[in-house]
């Protein structure tokens, strides 16, 4: 039977925890990933003070985007035999993860639950999946 797997996820890292009775499995993955804040992207003409050429801003942020979705992509391949998988974490790399799984196939069925969630400890993260999948099975979890 496939492990039912809780997600917490930002842009720096996921912490995937598998749950099977009692017991738990947790994995840590970084990211590599850090948005530069500014980027020298453009060339200027062939005079020297010729008008400069100008990148716009996604051209700016296509390096970033291109890293972020390798990152899922890693995310994605440990995740795709488990049974359900709940998503939880701050801002949009949740809902990104969940874009990226629409397009793997097989994938969207086995999302059990998306939260918004704050940082948490390696401790609260597994407490929230037992929680989620306690709630879930329609049996209190034991904490």
Known sequence: ????LGIWIDHKKAVIVAVAGD?????EIESGVEKQAHLAVGSRGSTPHGPR??????QKNQPYKRRLRDYYVRVIRLIRDAGKIFIFGPGEAKLELERMMEK???LM???AGIEPATQLS???IVAKVRRFYGAASGRPSRE
Request: net charge neutral.
């Open 1 to 4: 039977m496939a492990q039912n």
């Open 53 to 58: 050429m100008v990148a716009s801003e996604s």
């Open 104 to 106: 793997k196939k097989g």
């Open 109 to 111: 069925d086995k999302i």
């Open 23 to 27: 017991t738990h499995t947790v994995l």
């Open 122 to 124: 390696e401790t609260q």
